[in-house]
């Protein structure tokens, strides 16, 4: 009987780790805002997604009329969601020859373009010295 109540008292303990340890993740501060903010997915219409003087004219329309909207302070775009780009973007590093032929060989990183007010909208600090203005 003892032990069975010393396993129960572990597991309970344990459990309570748990919910602490869940509750401490869910409140890590990211450095980006979440509060006040809406994001939303809005995909370039079929008629213009080749052409990219017509999709920035597109994404320049939808930010004057989201600007224009009482209550709104600030408003950009971006390509994914905040801090999930949208896909790895194969490269090739200047200088170098290319590592392959195929480009689906080539060494990937994250890729995410922004309009020039992503970082004021999603309260992101740029620090001193950084290469971010």
């Known amino acids: 009987m003892i032990g069975e109540l010393a396993l129960a008292?572990?597991?309970?303990?344990?459990?309570?780790?748990?919910?602490?340890?869940f509750a401490n993740l869910i409140n890590v501060d990211m450095?980006?805002?979440?509060?006040?903010?809406?994001?939303?997915?809005l995909r370039v219409p079929k008629a213009q997604e080749k052409e990219p003087v017509k999709i920035a004219a597109y994404y320049r329309q939808i930010l004057t009329g989201i600007q224009a909207v009482a209550g709104v302070s600030s408003a950009s775009a971006q390509t994914g969601t905040p801090l999930f780009p949208p896909g790895m973007t194969p490269f090739a590093v200047a200088g170098k020859s290319a590592p392959d032929s195929d480009?689906?060989?080539?060494?990937?990183?994250?890729?995410?373009?922004?309009?020039?007010?992503?970082?004021?909208?999603?309260?992101i600090q740029n620090y001193a010295g950084s290469r971010l203005h």
Request: charged share 15%; no cysteine.
């Open 9 to 21: 008292l572990s597991i309970v303990a344990g459990a309570g780790l748990a919910l602490h340890s």
């Open 31 to 41: 450095g980006v805002r979440t509060d006040h903010v809406l994001t939303f997915y």
């Open 103 to 123: 480009s689906l060989k080539w060494p990937k990183a994250g890729f995410g373009a922004v309009t020039p007010d992503f970082f004021k909208t999603f309260g």
